[in-house]
């Protein structure tokens, strides 16, 4: 079946260090994947989207890479702050059609502590 | 421009009753995708509409239906409601693809959190 695995386990790091989270897929072949991150009770908020001829991409602090081979794809915060604590989720987009249909990973919680 | 509004924000029904959750996607967007998200579950796609038609559809019973406007409004409902139901109803619109690069990108609303009793 198809499957988006995230750390489930919390994440804690010391702010300042980079935080490196994890999103493993199978039985997909994505034309591209997405970062969100959630705050809690708030709805998510898009951070970054990377297409399958993508290896790297990066905002500010924020980069992600993206392996087709390894289906698999790292998202990192450099310089991690405490307002950086949050629940990042991975998307693909599973739609058959030109539409929207994102199956999200079960989210990565980290906590950056100051 | 305004984000993504859900009406209402939190909501407590009974086993047994129904419920209709409303949601206004950012001005110009035409496709709305609904979502649910439970701790269990984690979030999940509902449906997503687009010019008033559904466009795909996720692996949920019958008791959970949808429909679009044509200012583009959606709204969700959610028939003979169970305790499972509780979650947060999350709604989220994007640009049509092709005009806008980042079309793939959903603007999620705050979401309503529906408690069954």
């Known amino acids: 079946s198809q499957k988006i695995e995230q750390n489930s386990e919390a994440l804690n790091i010391q702010e300042g260090k980079t935080a490196t989270l994890t999103c493993n897929y199978t039985?997909?072949?994505?034309?591209?994947l997405q970062w969100y991150r959630q705050d809690p009770g708030r709805g998510p908020v898009f951070l970054l989207l990377?297409?399958?001829?993508?290896k790297e991409k990066r905002k500010e602090r924020l980069k992600v890479t993206f392996d087709t081979t390894l289906k698999q794809s790292l998202f990192h915060i450099t310089a991690s702050q405490p307002a950086d604590s949050a629940t990042y989720l991975c998307a693909l987009d599973i739609s058959p059609n030109a539409g929207n249909m994102l199956t999200f990973g079960g989210g990565t919680r980290l906590m950056v502590k100051p | 421009k305004a984000g993504v509004t859900q009406t209402p924000r939190y909501l407590i029904k009974t086993r047994g009753q129904q419920v209709t959750l409303s949601c206004s996607p950012i001005s110009g967007h035409r496709s709305v995708s609904w979502y649910q998200q439970t701790p269990g579950q984690g979030l999940q796609f509902l449906f997503e509409?687009?010019?008033?038609?559904?466009?795909n559809k996720g692996n949920f019973p019958g008791r959970f239906s949808g429909r679009q406007f044509s200012n583009s409004r959606s709204e969700m409902n959610v028939s003979t409601l169970e305790l499972g139901d509780s979650a947060l109803y999350l709604c989220?619109?994007?640009?049509?693809?092709?005009?806008?690069?980042?079309?793939?990108?959903?603007?999620f609303g705050p979401g309503t959190r529906l408690l069954v009793l």
């Open positions: 039985n997909y072949s994505p034309a591209y």
């Open positions: 989220a619109s994007s640009q049509p693809r092709g005009l806008d690069l980042a079309q793939e990108t959903q603007y």
């Open positions: 990377i297409r399958e001829n993508e």
């Open positions: 509409y687009f010019s008033e038609t559904q466009r």
